[in-house]
């Protein structure tokens, strides 16, 4: 069984940056799809970015181009760096992950979720 843990969150200011991490215990995640959400107070849990590979990896339109995913199969861990950072970037974020192949939102582990705050 695969546990996720997330840290990284915090309070920054608009225009600032986070990097959020997620570390994998247990059994490998090499043949899973990695992924961040967010969910903000009211509103239904969203995609925010996923990684299989360094070359197939997904981005929400509202963060293309400002929030990058990256992974590290040999440590088991997956980063998302968050620039240009936004007051409606603020969410609850969790790592997730689903084995590769599975249909899109079938995320079968969750970490705890990290607060991220973007507010002056």
């Known amino acids: 069984q695969v546990q996720l843990v997330e840290s990284g969150g915090g309070l920054v200011q608009p225009g600032g940056s986070l990097r959020l991490s997620c570390a994998a215990s247990?059994?490998?995640?090499?043949?899973?799809?990695m992924a961040w959400l967010r969910q903000a107070p009211g509103q239904d849990r969203e995609l925010v970015a996923a990684?299989?590979?360094?070359?197939?990896?997904y981005y929400a339109d509202a963060v293309k181009g400002r929030f990058t995913i990256s992974r590290d199969l040999a440590k088991n861990t997956v980063s998302l760096q968050m620039n240009n950072l936004k007051p409606e970037d603020t969410a609850v974020y969790y790592c997730?992950?689903?084995?590769?192949?599975?249909?899109?939102?079938?995320?079968?582990?969750w970490g705890q979720g990290t607060q991220v705050t973007v507010s002056s």
């Open positions: 990684i299989y590979t360094a070359s197939s990896t």
């Open positions: 997730a992950l689903k084995p590769r192949g599975a249909p899109p939102g079938a995320y079968s582990t």
């Open positions: 247990g059994r490998a995640a090499a043949n899973y799809v």
